[in-house]
């Protein structure tokens, strides 16, 4: 029976009941974990080029719709790093407006898509593809960082990457003392806090700390309050956007497909690393349209696309959530300290925040992984050096793809090379086989003069069929009868087709009759739908080898020989 293809998993638990010790779990996590997104929420903001307040709106809008929609049990949604990089981008080009309209764009992809059932598609994009986007996206995270982290005097961060490094250069002398030893200790403090606790999160200690002293000993350090002003204490009115022109529209069509794939990816990644850590199983399907809708409410109310995050899910799982409850009560979390403690968040040193995403880049960065894959082959190592260089100095859409494109190119041509197109009968002249390997095999049977036989081994798609055309060539006088085995031929696309035809014509033009052995279901219905067993004639497609090689003998007025008995082995013939 087919999954039903919209099921939240809050409608699944609230059948299946929550027990009241559960629900005092899920409660105590979700508060946990709103606690450990506050600081993520506000710096991924201001990292992608908002107000601090927005990283909320969003961890508090997407996190409760996620949630309450989404296909896994304990998915926390909300800002990511991943989406810092592209939201950038679209905001210096579009302005905010242009943000709101590529994020709802993006939303409603991702609503289609879940729709469609291409959940699990997704999961298929290429490993390169994934590391090289990922580890470029952590350095640009990183160098976009260091203005804050250290104090430098710097108006402008350009986006550029090489202008960063530029710029950073120029003005490295007039670095702040104070603001680096914030920043740096923030950084200490976030990598060894683990070793004396995980049950509070090292980046709270470390913003409530900072900003004691910041604020206690009066250091000329910058502050969320002198970059952005106040912090409010509510969520904004919805708004709409303004309404763009057709060719601004198609120009933020590509920008939203990114934030489509980045959105589905980084979501089902972190529903597929939850499945394992609680032996559950999320519905991809269902996720995406949880994905969707919340995408497409947040920017309403000022937000950024949402996504969800690997390390707050993780965090909620450790906490002993287990239904979307924790989720929502994590966006209810983060709404209350907004509510009563947002006025006091604007007394963040802005260092502090630098400090929390240098530590986020370098998680994110997966430094080992990204060396391994290096060691890989040449095809994959290509795959991954172009998306992330292509991400760090050119632009994330074009890296995701390139990436694509290159990966697509390179499985096409392994596919290709996995494909064998063999001369048998020549080989029967060169070689002989073990008749014990393969009781099917031709060099068990006896094939008539005038009869050549051919095999294709592997998927017979339009990567194969030029090598297909150029064995068939090797083929010095055109024979009566040309066999060509399908057995390990499991699929055939139009290609593959076209020069199965072309054969055909040819053996037709030179006098040679055609006949096709061991034909799937998959190639045998495409020969139906194109008209090419009409063609070739049902009397010339047969299972399997014996019935082809009769075949030719009736074409060449032989008579029939029957099949080989199975071979047996001399030892079990004396016990016969």
Same mark, same amino acid.
């Given at each position: 029976?087919?999954q039903?293809?919209?099921?939240?998993?809050?409608?699944?638990?609230?059948?299946?009941g929550?027990?009241?010790?559960?629900?005092s779990?899920?409660?105590?996590?979700?508060?946990?974990?709103?606690? +450990?997104?506050l600081?993520?929420?506000?710096?991924?903001?201001?990292?992608?080029?908002?107000?601090?307040?927005?990283?909320l709106y969003t961890?508090?809008?997407a996190?409760f719709?996620i949630?309450?929609l989404?296909g896994s049990?304990?998915?926390?949604?909300?800002? #990511?790093?991943?989406f810092?990089?592209?939201?950038?981008?679209?905001?210096?080009?579009?302005?905010?407006?242009?943000l709101? *309209?590529a994020?709802? =764009?993006?939303?409603?992809?991702?609503?289609?898509?879940?729709l469609?059932?291409?959940?699990?598609?997704?999961?298929?994009?290429?490993?390169?593809?994934?590391?090289?986007?990922?580890?470029?996206i952590?350095l @640009?995270?990183?160098?976009?960082?260091?203005?804050?982290?250290?104090?430098?005097?710097?108006?402008?961060?350009?986006?550029?990457?090489?202008?960063?490094i530029?710029?950073?250069?120029e003005?490295? &002398?007039?670095?702040s =003392?104070?603001a680096?030893?914030?920043?740096?200790?923030?950084?200490?403090? @976030?990598?060894?806090?683990p070793?004396?606790?995980h049950k509070?999160p090292?980046?709270?200690?470390?913003?409530?700390?900072?900003?004691?002293?910041v604020?206690?000993?009066?250091?000329p350090?910058?502050?969320?309050?002198?970059?952005?002003?106040?912090v409010?204490n509510?969520l904004?009115?919805?708004?709409?956007?303004?309404?763009?022109?057709?060719?601004?529209l &198609?120009?933020?069509?590509?920008?939203?497909l990114?934030?489509?794939?980045?959105?589905?990816i980084?979501s089902?990644?972190?529903a597929? +690393?939850?499945?394992g850590?609680t032996?559950?199983?999320?519905?991809?399907?269902?996720?995406?349209?949880?994905?969707g +809708?919340?995408?497409?409410? +947040?920017?309403?109310?000022g937000?950024?696309?949402?996504?969800?995050?690997?390390?707050?899910t993780?965090?909620n799982i450790?906490?002993g959530?287990r239904?979307?409850?924790?989720?929502?009560?994590?966006?209810? #979390?983060?709404?209350l300290?907004?509510?009563f403690?947002?006025k006091?968040?604007?007394? *963040?040193?802005?260092?502090?925040?630098?400090?929390?995403?240098?530590?986020?880049?370098w998680?994110?960065?997966?430094?080992?992984l990204?060396?391994k894959?290096?060691?890989?082959?040449?095809?994959?190592?290509?795959?991954?050096?172009?998306?992330?260089?292509?991400?760090?100095?050119?632009?994330?859409?074009?890296?995701?793809?390139v990436g694509?494109?290159?990966?697509s190119?390179?499985?096409?041509q392994?596919?290709?090379?996995? #494909?064998q197109?063999g001369?048998?009968t020549?080989?029967?002249?060169?070689?002989?086989e073990?008749?014990?390997?393969?009781?099917?095999?031709?060099?068990?049977?006896?094939?008539?003069?005038?009869?050549?036989v051919?095999?294709?081994?592997?998927?017979?798609?339009?990567?194969?069929?030029?090598?297909?055309?150029? #064995?068939?060539?090797?083929i010095?006088?055109p024979?009566l009868?040309?066999?060509?085995?399908m057995?390990?031929?499991?699929?055939?696309?139009?290609?593959?087709?076209?020069?199965?035809?072309?054969?055909?014509?040819?053996?037709?033009?030179n006098?040679t009759?055609?006949?096709l052995s061991?034909?799937?279901?998959?190639?045998?219905?495409?020969?139906?739908?194109?008209?090419?067993?009409?063609? *070739?004639?049902?009397?010339? *497609?047969h299972?399997?080898?014996?019935?082809?090689?009769?075949?030719a003998?009736?074409?060449?007025?032989?008579?029939?020989?029957?099949?080989?008995?199975?071979?047996?082995p001399?030892?079990?013939r004396?016990?016969?």
């Amino acid at each position: 029976m087919s999954q039903p293809l919209f099921v939240p998993k809050l409608v699944l638990c609230l059948r299946e009941g929550i027990s009241r010790k559960q629900l005092s779990r899920d409660i105590m996590a979700g508060i946990l974990v709103g606690i +450990v997104a506050l600081p993520l929420a506000i710096a991924f903001g201001i990292a992608s080029g908002v107000k601090p307040e927005q990283g909320l709106y969003t961890a508090i809008i997407a996190g409760f719709i996620i949630s309450s929609l989404g296909g896994s049990r304990v998915q926390i949604g909300g800002p #990511t790093g991943a989406f810092i990089v592209i939201v950038y981008d679209i905001i210096q080009r579009h302005g905010y407006d242009g943000l709101m *309209i590529a994020t709802m =764009l993006a939303g409603g992809l991702l609503i289609v898509m879940g729709l469609a059932r291409l959940g699990a598609i997704i999961k298929y994009i290429p490993y390169p593809v994934t590391v090289g986007f990922t580890s470029g996206i952590a350095l @640009i995270i990183f160098t976009g960082q260091l203005r804050d982290l250290l104090g430098l005097p710097i108006a402008q961060v350009p986006s550029e990457f090489i202008d960063k490094i530029v710029v950073y250069r120029e003005h490295f &002398t007039g670095l702040s =003392l104070p603001a680096a030893s914030v920043g740096i200790a923030t950084v200490l403090i @976030i990598t060894l806090w683990p070793r004396v606790t995980h049950k509070v999160p090292g980046s709270l200690v470390a913003i409530l700390l900072m900003t004691a002293i910041v604020s206690l000993f009066h250091l000329p350090v910058a502050t969320i309050e002198s970059h952005f002003g106040a912090v409010p204490n509510s969520l904004p009115l919805p708004r709409l956007p303004a309404i763009p022109s057709w060719d601004v529209l &198609t120009t933020l069509f590509s920008p939203a497909l990114t934030i489509a794939l980045l959105a589905g990816i980084e979501s089902l990644l972190s529903a597929v +690393v939850a499945d394992g850590m609680t032996e559950g199983r999320h519905h991809s399907n269902t996720e995406l349209v949880a994905q969707g +809708v919340a995408n497409i409410a +947040v920017p309403f109310f000022g937000g950024v696309p949402a996504t969800g995050a690997i390390a707050r899910t993780a965090t909620n799982i450790k906490n002993g959530g287990r239904t979307p409850i924790a989720g929502m009560v994590h966006a209810i #979390t983060l709404l209350l300290i907004l509510v009563f403690f947002g006025k006091w968040a604007a007394l *963040i040193p802005m260092p502090t925040l630098a400090g929390i995403l240098v530590v986020v880049a370098w998680n994110m960065s997966e430094t080992h992984l990204f060396l391994k894959l290096l060691k890989g082959p040449r095809g994959d190592v290509l795959v991954l050096l172009s998306t992330f260089g292509l991400t760090v100095f050119i632009d994330l859409t074009v890296a995701i793809q390139v990436g694509m494109v290159l990966a697509s190119f390179l499985f096409m041509q392994r596919m290709a090379e996995a #494909t064998q197109v063999g001369f048998i009968t020549k080989e029967l002249k060169e070689a002989d086989e073990d008749p014990g390997e393969d009781l099917n095999s031709v060099h068990l049977r006896e094939v008539p003069k005038g009869v050549e036989v051919f095999e294709v081994n592997g998927p017979f798609f339009f990567g194969a069929a030029d090598k297909f055309k150029n #064995t068939l060539n090797e083929i010095g006088e055109p024979p009566l009868v040309l066999i060509l085995r399908m057995r390990h031929a499991l699929s055939l696309d139009s290609t593959a087709l076209q020069a199965l035809e072309s054969v055909f014509d040819k053996a037709c033009r030179n006098g040679t009759q055609l006949v096709l052995s061991g034909v799937h279901s998959q190639p045998l219905v495409l020969m139906e739908r194109s008209g090419f067993l009409q063609k *070739i004639g049902e009397d010339n *497609i047969h299972g399997n080898i014996d019935d082809a090689l009769n075949r030719a003998r009736d074409i060449l007025c032989l008579p029939h020989v029957r099949r080989p008995e199975p071979f047996v082995p001399s030892v079990d013939r004396e016990k016969r």
